[in-house]
């Protein structure tokens, strides 16, 4: 069996991922948290890197957060400096 080696995430980025979640309704911050951090890691391992970064982040939101959800996400990664634009539609 092998060990997969714990990713680091970029401390920036990471502060801004943290202030994003803590902007999200309670009831749904746990669900978000469980779903944007395993698809962040897996973005960040696709790329081949070992650091979680800002683009691994909002791909993640952009990809697993529901539509109806969007327009609030969207209004918060504004509101926390995620520049989600570059992403958004790749």
């Not at 990713?7 to 991922?17: E, F, G, I, Q, T």
């Not at 803590?22 to 746990?30: D, G, K, T, V």
């Amino acid at each position: 069996m092998t060990e997969e080696k714990e990713l680091l995430w970029d401390s920036k980025a990471k502060a801004k991922y943290d202030k994003m979640l803590s902007l999200i309704p309670l009831f749904h911050r746990e669900i978000t948290r469980q779903v944007v951090d395993k698809q962040a890691l897996l973005n960040a391992r696709l790329r081949g890197s070992s650091n979680v970064s800002e683009e691994d982040i909002v791909r993640a939101f952009l990809s697993e957060v529901p539509k109806a959800f969007y327009s609030m996400m969207i209004r918060l990664m504004n509101d926390v400096g995620f520049d989600y634009e570059k992403y958004e539609g790749k």
